[in-house]
């Protein structure tokens, strides 16, 4: 228990990172970066173990996930495994105005967001077509394209600047989530240059997660990715990714100075993608195992257990309960999936244009009849 | 459904077809729980374990380890209730075998087996990719009020025997070969008709596959079908009887092997068909008296610093290879028709042809053109050990930038190799032989051996591979004087 003046953890990699909480479970007080900004949290009890909550309650949903995917019930899935603490601190250091723009990847941030677990699984099942009403979640589509969303959210966060919502503390600020692959993708850049130049209210955060798929980080680039914001004029903070305290903090700091008018940030959250880029992937092709071994010892469930148990914040009795009502959560949603029904062939004409159109609804009631032909229709 | 559960292959990696049974991890009559890991598979992407999709005992097995499954056939069943005491009488136990069966619609649904939209094995659709609508059975939904809307589906024999069990086939005579078709279309055959003429075909109450087409390519015209519903179509002639006669000597199954398409062999395949259709292979020879390479060898030897390493001429070919590579970089690229490039490789993963107890494979030693000739040599010997344990890891087999071919380990010549696929060049090392050769005017008994390059002919013109082979010659005819004069 320390006052951290440095940015560097025990275990960062070169330059350091914002750190909270060791892989050992010891709190660090506060950080303070080189440009002179202190961080630290100052949770609750209560707000410490439903931390804990979260993490545990969203990998377990993820590998019920990756179940249903081997089990032939969902098309594709893109687990979440190691990645927890990044997802579940800077979801939870979002406010409700808050915007987020999210990957493939962010079913740790839909959880946080207050949504139901399941929104995403009509993509992942192939029963829709992954759409869902973005304002009224605070949470943008699932963005298959590496790197597009960030451009959407840049717009978006343009947009917030010209409706008068910055400037305040109850302003909105805008949260985009991308990886370290994505970083060499010309949309991120776009991104970064009109955020800065526009001072647009923008949390650009990039889960490092070392690999684009099978390409590692070098090869993406030759500098720490949080440094590329100096270039485009906004601060970078490089955070240990794993660190869920640390991930809240950094997350909560950059997007009240968003909403307060002062311009995006870049957070780099240093972690480690324990699992399959996706379920078509076989990462024993190209990392070795002694490397996922190092970044076991980081995990970072064990460290906040470690770190409730030291400080007696929590029991075996605890935990036992969380795991009992994440697996619960987790059969209730696999049985939810598997009860997913069927597209109806018309719902395609549904969501074309806002108000229909009349060549549309012609097309739309050939199509009714059609089907109304067929023994057993429901149309 | 009943409580036996049966799981079928799923695609697991978006746009699969099959994939190997590698290992099950639990038995006829274990309990699983859901989600616990039962079985490996490994399909082209990624070797993976599949969760029990329900808890209960194993009651059944249905491909052993080693074998290759469609997606879509079932490999396991589950009694979810084992609790519930043996299974009662009558409770239908579904197989392998019943599941198989395909049911076809008996009308215009005809289409063949294996087609996109026909019937697939274990009652699925095909698709383009996956294993297609989760029906069991690829019945057609009948429209309102057409007669015979709901008469019962032909159940057809198995179209497709499930993978695991047609080995060995039955000991009967081969059939005789089909006669020529005739004009008449056989029942379930793929009918030619416009979507309007089946429309009117269907309003009509008419068999499409019944009636013999009078339009273009033998398809059915509005025409026939209104001739057909006037009663005017005449009953299809029968088939000819058959006339070809079996052959006098009867081979029969027990007699041949069938060996499963798998693994190395499979891949390999692929690989040389793929190369050997895509790419325009040339191949040129060239005979040399490799007299001072070998002697070259041996003076090596009986260096300190080769002391405790195995050498042989393969050394030296490699050595060659990667020298002449260094004067003509073309030879060592890739076409990459989807971009449109050439793309020329600063370095060299050589590829190493291995004969393996699995079969064939190229493993290739990374960017050989930096190690010195020691380096060189110890890279050589690792990688046919390992290869030969079959332990060669995926990543040594990939990256390839060109190849070298020892046949001369099997005491042969020579030969014309085909290329890798992504690379332009493989060399063949014939056997190294005292033969009578012309030596400072005079005949002499001299080591002679055969070089064969196969290169790419739309990267590597005739001039270049010429060039780079007569290099890879000049080298090991006088490795000292090559040495001097490029270094």
């Not at chain 1, 980081?298 to 795991?323: E, H, Y």
């Not at chain 2, 879509?72 to 589950?78: D, E, T």
């Not at chain 2, 024999?157 to 069990?165: M, R």
Request: aromatic content about 6%.
């Amino acid at each position: 228990m320390a006052n951290g003046v440095s940015d560097v953890g025990a275990d960062a990699p070169a330059g350091g990172f914002v750190q909270l909480l060791t892989p050992d479970g010891e709190r660090i007080d506060s950080v303070t970066t080189a440009d002179g900004t202190t961080y630290s949290v100052d949770f609750t009890d209560e707000e410490y173990r439903s931390l804990y909550h979260d993490l545990v309650t969203v990998r377990r949903l993820d590998a019920e996930a990756t179940a249903l995917q081997r089990q032939g019930e969902l098309g594709i899935w893109a687990s979440l495994l190691g990645q927890e603490a990044a997802q579940v601190g800077s979801g939870r250091a979002l406010r409700p105005q808050d915007m987020a723009f999210p990957t493939y990847r962010e079913h740790g941030v839909l959880y946080t967001r207050g949504i139901d677990p399941i929104m995403p699984f009509g993509l992942f099942r192939g029963v829709d077509q992954g759409g869902w009403d973005a304002n009224e979640h605070r949470f943008n589509g699932y963005t298959i394209v590496i790197g597009s969303q960030t451009l959407h959210a840049t717009g978006y966060a343009m947009g917030v600047t010209m409706d008068g919502k910055t400037g305040t503390p109850d302003g909105e600020a805008v949260i985009a989530y991308f990886g370290d692959g994505a970083t060499s993708q010309g949309e991120v850049n776009e991104a970064f240059v009109w955020a800065g130049v526009f001072n647009a209210p923008m949390v650009f955060f990039c889960q490092n997660n070392q690999y684009a798929i099978s390409e590692p980080l070098e090869r993406q680039t030759r500098i720490p990715l949080y440094r590329r914001a100096a270039g485009f004029g906004f601060p970078g903070v490089r955070i240990d990714g794993n660190d869920v305290l640390a991930s809240y903090a950094v997350t909560r700091a950059a997007l009240d100075n968003a909403r307060n008018g002062q311009g995006p940030t870049l957070i780099e959250a240093y972690t480690y993608r324990m699992g399959a880029h996706t379920s078509s992937d076989d990462p024993t092709r190209y990392r070795i195992a002694s490397e996922v071994e190092s970044w076991k010892a980081k995990d970072p469930i064990s460290r906040l257990r470690a770190f409730l148990t030291k400080q007696q914040l929590a029991g075996d009795d605890f935990f036992t309960a969380v795991d009992e009502s994440a697996k619960k959560l987790a059969l209730d949603l696999r049985e939810r999936v598997l009860a997913m029904p069927d597209p109806q062939p018309v719902s395609m004409f549904d969501h074309a244009y806002p108000h229909g159109s009349p060549e549309l609804d012609a097309q739309r009631a050939e199509f009714v009849e059609y089907h109304a032909s067929f023994e057993g229709s429901d149309h | 459904m009943s409580r036996i559960k049966e799981f079928n292959l799923p695609d697991l990696g978006e746009g699969l077809t099959e994939g190997e049974i590698l290992a099950w991890l639990v038995k006829v009559g274990d309990t699983v729980e859901l989600n616990q890991p039962i079985v490996e598979v490994e399909t082209a992407k990624a070797a993976v374990e599949i969760p029990a999709k329900w808890g209960g005992v194993i009651s059944k097995i249905y491909v052993e380890a080693g074998t290759t499954v469609e997606v879509g056939a079932p490999i396991v069943a589950i009694d979810t209730e084992p609790s519930a005491g043996p299974l009662p009488e009558g409770l239908p136990t579904p197989s392998a075998e019943s599941l198989a069966a395909v049911e076809i619609a008996p009308v215009e649904g005809a289409v063949e087996p294996g087609l996109i939209g026909g019937p697939a094995p274990g009652g699925r659709t095909a698709v383009l990719v996956g294993y297609g609508p989760k029906n069991t059975t690829a019945k057609r939904r009948p429209r309102v009020g057409t007669p015979g809307g709901s008469a019962p589906t032909t159940a057809v024999a198995p179209v497709a025997t499930p993978p695991a069990t047609p080995v060995p086939a039955p000991p009967v005579a081969p059939a005789p070969p089909p006669a020529p078709a005739p004009s008449a279309v056989p029942v379930n055959a793929r009918v030619l008709a416009k979507p309007p003429v089946r429309k009117l075909a269907r309003d009509l109450g008419v068999d499409l596959t019944v009636i013999v087409g009078s339009g273009p390519l033998g398809s059915v015209t509005r025409d026939d079908v209104h001739q057909a519903a006037a009663g005017a179509v005449e009953a299809p002639a029968a088939a000819p009887a058959v006339t070809a006669a079996p052959a006098a000597a009867v081979f029969d199954a027990s007699r041949e092997q069938r060996i499963p398409i798998k693994g190395v062999r499979k891949l390999t395949a692929e690989n040389m068909v793929a190369s050997a259709f895509t790419a325009p292979h040339v191949t040129e020879f060239l005979t040399i008296d490799v007299t001072r390479t070998m002697k070259a060898l041996e003076k090596l030897k009986s260096r300190r610093e080769f002391r405790d390493v195995r050498i042989s001429p393969l050394l030296m070919v490699a050595k060659a290879v990667l020298l002449a590579v260094r004067r003509h970089p073309m030879v060592n690229s890739t076409w990459s028709g989807g971009t449109n490039e050439i793309v020329v490789k600063e370095y060299v993963n050589l590829g190493i042809a291995a004969a393996t107890e699995r079969g064939l494979i190229v493993p290739n030693i990374k960017d050989a053109g930096r190690l010195s000739l020691l380096e060189l040599a110890e890279a050589l010997n690792t990688l046919v050990q390992v290869a030969k344990s079959g332990k060669t890891p995926p990543s040594d087999m990939t990256g390839g930038t060109l190849s070298i071919t020892n046949v001369g380990v099997f005491g042969v010549d020579t030969g014309t190799p085909i290329l890798p696929p992504g690379e332009s060049a493989i060399l063949a090392f014939g056997a190294v032989r005292p033969m009578p050769w012309v030596h400072k005017d005079k005949i002499k008994v001299r080591q002679v051996t055969t070089l064969a390059l196969s290169f790419d002919h739309r990267i590597v013109d005739g001039e270049l591979g010429s060039k780079f082979l007569r290099d890879i010659g000049d080298f090991l005819t006088d490795p000292e004087g090559a040495l001097l004069s490029w270094t």
